[in-house]
């Protein structure tokens, strides 16, 4: 999420491996999110997605790495695929295009840097939901109804809508929650007549992705974009259909989602509520998430680290889905063998 306004007074210093050795990039952003961090270059901005990663509104303690490299990716992929059904902030990943001042820091902003258009931003978040999940599912079990939409009885955890479904928020101050709210609460906010660019526009982005997504063996249950106007244009804005702002799931399994492999195991401990930080941090930072013992279940039953998970999703997302070939039950002479833990991958996957 972007964060318009002046950062901390203090000097803001980002820490990352190459190799063996530790570069340091000791710049003040202009502003930040809890994953990003963006920097004003005069006539355009430049968004840098850090490793961090964030549950219940907290900034986790440990960094995944090379997150920040795919959420890029993930982003520049759809602005590029649907740039003519929407116009987008993007202007370049390339880091020859970056301004001379960061240039320095090239090898560490190669792949997680954005620079885009300066947009003046709607203050709405415009989430749609294809699938009963999350905070809809909890409302529905209310009263049937998700952000004052009713929806048929009978729905269950993961069900399908009848069709998708346009439910705004507030665009919370960093540190606050988003507050949900019907449609004519926004066009209260914003006006009817951007409201209803909002909603057409996020529906239309929503269903073309969940169709090509559906061609990767993939289901986006829901996601979340950020719109701003561009010379009086509504623009799409932020971070586009990444692990960060949408339920990805397998299709072959519903509710083993990607994105949820922190949430639950915070929420199982009763974390991130009532105002507690989800994760405390743990004085043997290995890049991973520390607070969760036992590691990031995947959706295979693997023990993985969260990158993996995302990594999983790139390769998805440009490669059809394959069959797996059946295992041959166990003999005598060849007795089955438990899974093997997978290892954090030494460097992120590339989207074409």
Known sequence: MLRHGLASERQITTSWKVGSSVAQ?????????KVRDIYDCGNKLLMVASDRISAFDFILPDEIPHKGEILTRISAFWFNRFKDLMP???????????PEEFQQYSDY???????????????????????????????????GTVCGIKLPAGLTEASKLPEPIFT????????????????ERCCEIVGTDVATQLRDASLA????????????????ADTKFEFGFIDGQLTLIGECLTPDSSRFWPVVARRAELRQTVRPRLAACQLGHAGRCPAPARG???????????GLPDHYRYRVHAHEGV??????????PARRPRRSPPTAASPRRSPRRRRLATSPPTIP
């Not at 258009?117 to 709405?124: D, F, G, L, S």
């Open 25 to 33: 990039i000791e710049m003040r952003p202009d502003s930040h999110g």
């Open 88 to 98: 987008n902030h993007m202007i370049s990943c390339d880091v020859a295009d970056l």
């Open 109 to 143: 902003l190669a792949g997680r840097s954005m620079l885009v258009k300066k947009a003046q931003t709607v203050p709405i978040e415009c989430i749609v939901r294809g699938y009963l999940t999350g905070s809809g599912k909890k409302t529905y079990d209310q009263d």
């Open 168 to 183: 705004p928020s507030t665009k919370a101050e960093l540190g606050d929650h988003d507050e949900n709210i019907s449609f």
């Open 205 to 220: 982005i929503y269903k073309a992705a969940a169709e090509y997504a559906a061609t990767r063996g993939i289901i986006i």
């Open 284 to 294: 043997r930072a290995r890049g991973n998430l520390q607070a969760l013992p036992g």
């Open 311 to 320: 990594k999983c999703l790139c390769v998805a997302l440009s490669t059809p």
